[in-house]
């Protein structure tokens, strides 16, 4: 089981639509990532949180705005997605310190956007 | 950017072979990964290594941290069905700041069991 739950596993959007991924740890991790998966490649970062705060930004379209509420919980609300942005979207966190490669990811949202 | 080439991009065995895959950067790296990923899931860890020439087991599986710093690989002896799914390295340069140092992913390995 992991330890990192993301919800929804599936989502059906439509390009005007406003959707939101959740995704909650309860591991005590001050680290969260969001990364992007099409088929057959690798996870790609978009997104660092680090104590509550974006630190990193890999130049994602503002359609994608992620959320840190709090050390916890992690979203990323999507608004006016294209076909494209079709993909597995996959949440990690990790510890600060020494150990911060080590992620423990969720089991990921399949997203398809019509 | 960085990138790491994984290599071969896919593997078909039979049950109780032996298994090895590389992973080769042009860029020096402080932290090397491995993950493995199964259809429908996220990326499992299996070997994390933080020091140049560190060799480290986990059960089946060995992994070595290549002396340069640029690559790294991964070993696992009598495959069995369990192995099969998409295997990664990752290697990650420390920074000064906790929460800017990224991972950089190769391009995976393809596992698959012959019957």
């Known amino acids: 089981d992991t330890e990192v739950t993301q919800t929804p596993k599936h989502l059906v959007m439509g390009m005007t639509n406003k959707k939101s991924l959740k995704c909650e740890q309860h591991m005590g991790h001050r680290a969260m990532y969001w990364y992007k998966q099409k088929a057959k490649k690798p996870p790609e970062l978009m997104f660092v949180y680090s104590y509550e705060k974006l630190s990193i930004n890999e130049s994602v379209p503002s359609r994608f705005s992620p959320e840190c509420p709090n050390s916890s919980l992690l979203n990323l609300h999507l608004h006016a997605l294209q076909p494209e942005d079709s993909a597995l979207y996959l949440c990690a966190s990790s510890q600060p310190g020494l150990y911060t490669g080590e992620l423990f990811f969720g089991e990921g949202s399949r997203l398809t956007v019509l | 950017g960085q990138q790491l080439n994984q290599s071969p991009q896919s593997m078909f065995i039979q049950e109780g072979e032996d298994v090895s895959m590389n992973c080769t950067s042009s860029?020096?790296?402080?932290?090397w990964l491995w993950y493995k990923q199964d259809p429908g899931e996220g990326p499992v860890l299996l070997i994390a290594?933080?020091?140049?020439?560190e060799l480290t087991s986990n059960g089946r599986l060995t992994a070595q941290f290549g002396i340069t710093r640029k690559d790294s690989f991964l070993n696992i002896s009598a495959s069995i069905p369990s192995d099969v799914g998409i295997y990664f390295c990752a290697g990650q340069i420390k920074g000064t700041n906790f929460g800017n140092e990224k991972l950089t992913f190769g391009t995976g390995t393809r596992l698959t069991i012959i019957p």
């Open positions: 290594l933080y020091k140049a020439g």
């Open positions: 860029s020096i790296f402080n932290t």
